[in-house]
């Protein structure tokens, strides 16, 4: 069974900046695709970035585009997301996800998931 653990979320002021860290096995990492999800309180689980298994390609949703990059590091067996200028909006519970089909925008492509990890943007 393949385990995430998701890291990095808490408390930042509007315009601030986060990284969050999402740790897999060392043995099925590298052949995974990546992705970050995230849902608000009474909101849908929604896409927020993708990376494939080589880290040469990635997606991002239109609502944190130039703002959200999604890196991965096969040494160390995580995917991270660096978030720079943060928004109210982006309060929410983060989720992290592989894909054993690789990279995708689609939430049903992805089979194992962490257990979330709250991302505040309050002044």
């Known amino acids: 069974q393949v385990q995430l653990v998701e890291s990095g979320g808490g408390l930042v002021q509007p315009g601030g900046s986060l990284r969050l860290s999402c740790a897999a096995p060392?043995?099925?990492?590298?052949?995974?695709?990546m992705g970050w999800f995230r849902q608000a309180p009474g909101k849908e689980r929604e896409f927020v970035a993708a990376?494939?298994?080589?880290?040469?390609?990635?997606y991002y949703a239109d609502s944190v585009k130039g703002r959200f990059t999604i890196s991965r590091d096969t040494a160390k067996n995580t995917v991270y997301l660096q978030m720079n200028n943060l928004k109210p909006e982006d309060t929410a519970v983060y989720y992290c996800?592989?894909?054993?089909?690789?990279?995708?925008?689609?939430?049903?492509?992805?089979?194992?998931w962490g257990q979330g990890t709250q991302v505040t943007v309050s002044s």
């Open positions: 060392a043995r099925t990492f590298s052949y995974y695709g």
């Open positions: 990376i494939n298994r080589s880290g040469g390609t990635t």
């Open positions: 996800a592989a894909g054993p089909r690789g990279i995708s925008t689609s939430m049903s492509l992805y089979d194992y």
